[in-house]
């Protein structure tokens, strides 16, 4: 992709962008080699760059006539160029680059205007003293380091963003009909202003790439100024616009007028993103502070299950609502052995593993686990269950919380006495319910613990039911 992308930007800005005396505003290519560089392993990278060296050379020998050593040169140092621009874009600028950042903006124009001097102190020289270009050097320097720094600038933000919108093995298209259409009226507005090259609607394009930077992410946004900065390039070498009309006859002019444009709508563009960037990512912040602060507000903070605040209101919503269900109350039995015989810490990681195995028993079906306090656990299971299937419920929860757990390198089993009251039955608090369920749970624990008990009305038929006796 990265290959087809430096051809295709090559024949467009060879036969559009560049003008009769072979000079353009800006060199796109170039930002394809460097994303091959920032974003793939070096083997592939190499071959990316070979393969770009060898299209430049075809399209330099074929669209200017140059004879092989010159062509040669110049695809060469285009090369020069990127490997330069390389290694200190990652040490300063990371990897992906973010251009709505001011400071990585600050820092990625240093290095592409270094990285361009350097390409073009080795290519005006060996013109001027081998070749014997009549060319004044100093003017001749000057348009080489704007036309490929500006290059870098405009186009490896476009560059970096088609990256992000691929898959290996497929291109994936996020179509965002607002945003494509801004960028369309852009691109038209272009056009017209510049084949109108006696009106101000050129002077419009400002506004209009401010709305695109207020609504649209930085990668649609910079890749608006890339093709209006393509458009606007290829219309002033054919000679129309107003910038075209100011220096008809001075091809060095006329490009050196139309570089600090193009810059200009990118200062336009980034200042915009970058605030707007910040608000969001600030709005992010505050929306994901927001919620770990009721998350920690409604859950226990050692085994994040619920805590007894939030159980209680949802039980509340269950009563008003006579929602049919199971609560139940579960308390492990002998939890003071585990802390006594392993410590404190180990016994921590005992009630975590304890309440994801019974949050495991209860999500399924949809329920939830709260904790309230110490080793006390309480459960809601909704839905509508007899007193048979209660009864099964509760056998199968003890049976699966005494299953063994492992423990700082220790091997240890629990019980758990269970207390299941049904909701849904009648009309009464959450208070009540509480009551209820904590009634049956010390009901089983005073009768030797290791158990469950149903609640019942009234209270002397509460009878606990032993998980040894009802296997």
């Known amino acids: 992709m990265l290959v087809a992308v430096f051809g295709l930007s090559c024949l467009i800005s060879r036969f559009f962008v560049t003008d009769a005396f072979g000079y353009s505003s800006f060199w796109p290519p170039n930002a394809a080699m460097l994303v091959a560089l920032l974003s793939l392993r070096p083997r592939m990278a190499a071959l990316v760059l070979v393969a770009c060296l060898a299209l430049n050379f075809e399209i330099n020998s074929f669209a200017d006539g140059l004879s092989p050593t010159e062509s040669f040169l110049a695809c060469a140092l285009n090369v020069v160029q990127v490997l330069v621009a390389a290694p200190m874009t990652r040490r300063f600028c990371?990897?992906?680059?973010?251009?709505?950042?001011?400071?990585?903006?600050?820092?990625?124009?240093?290095?592409?205007?270094?990285?361009?001097?350097?390409?073009?102190?080795?290519?005006?020289?060996?013109?001027?003293?081998?070749?014997?270009?009549?060319?004044?050097?100093?003017?001749?320097?000057?348009?080489?380091?704007?036309?490929?720094?500006?290059?870098?600038?405009?186009?490896?933000?476009?560059?970096?963003?088609?990256?992000?919108?691929?898959?290996?093995?497929?291109?994936?298209?996020?179509?965002?009909?607002?945003?494509?259409a801004l960028l369309v009226s852009c691109i038209v507005l272009t056009i017209l202003s510049f084949v109108w090259g006696r009106s101000p609607l050129f002077l419009f394009l400002y506004p209009a790439l401010a709305m695109l930077a207020f609504h649209a992410r930085p990668a649609w946004s910079l890749t608006a100024v890339f093709f209006v900065s393509t458009f606007a390039s290829a219309l002033t070498a054919w000679g129309l616009g107003p910038i075209a009309r100011l220096s008809p006859d001075g091809s060095l002019m006329r490009e050196g007028m139309m570089q600090p444009y193009l810059f200009s709508l990118l200062l336009v563009v980034l200042p915009i993103n970058n605030a707007v960037g910040e608000k969001r990512r600030d709005t992010r912040r505050l929306l994901m502070m927001k919620a770990n602060l009721e998350h920690a507000a409604t859950h226990d903070m050692l085994t994040s299950t619920m805590n007894r605040q939030k159980f209680e209101t949802v039980l509340k919503s269950v009563v008003d609502a006579m929602q049919p269900g199971v609560v139940l109350?579960?308390?492990?039995?002998?939890?003071?052995?585990?802390?006594?015989?392993?410590?404190?810490?180990?016994?921590?990681?005992?009630?975590?593993?304890?309440?994801?195995?019974?949050?495991?028993?209860?999500?399924?079906?949809?329920?939830?686990?709260?904790?309230?306090?110490?080793?006390?656990?309480?459960?809601?299971?909704?839905?509508?269950?007899?007193?048979?299937?209660?009864?099964a419920l509760c056998i199968m929860v003890s049976d699966a919380l005494r299953t063994p757990y492992c423990i700082a390198g220790v091997t240890r089993s629990v019980t758990a006495s269970i207390g299941a009251v049904m909701t849904g039955m009648d009309r009464i608090t959450a208070d009540e319910l509480i009551h209820r369920a904590d009634t049956a749970l010390y009901a089983t624990k005073a009768a030797g613990r290791d158990g469950y008990m149903l609640f019942r009305e009234p209270a002397a038929d509460l009878v606990p039911f032993p998980v040894s006796e009802t296997r």
């Open 94 to 180: 990371g990897a992906t680059i973010d251009l709505t950042r001011p400071r990585r903006f600050a820092a990625f124009t240093i290095i592409a205007l270094l990285s361009a001097a350097i390409e073009a102190a080795i290519g005006v020289a060996t013109e001027y003293m081998l070749l014997g270009d009549a060319t004044p050097p100093v003017r001749e320097w000057m348009q080489w380091v704007l036309c490929d720094a500006l290059g870098l600038l405009l186009a490896t933000p476009a560059v970096l963003a088609l990256l992000r919108y691929a898959r290996p093995g497929q291109v994936v298209w996020r179509v965002e009909k607002e945003n494509v």
């Open 329 to 391: 109350f579960i308390d492990i039995d002998d939890f003071k052995g585990v802390n006594d015989s392993l410590g404190h810490q180990a016994g921590d990681a005992f009630l975590k593993a304890f309440s994801v195995r019974l949050r495991d028993l209860v999500s399924w079906r949809g329920g939830c686990v709260g904790r309230f306090g110490g080793d006390e656990f309480a459960a809601f299971i909704p839905g509508a269950f007899s007193a048979v299937e209660c009864e």
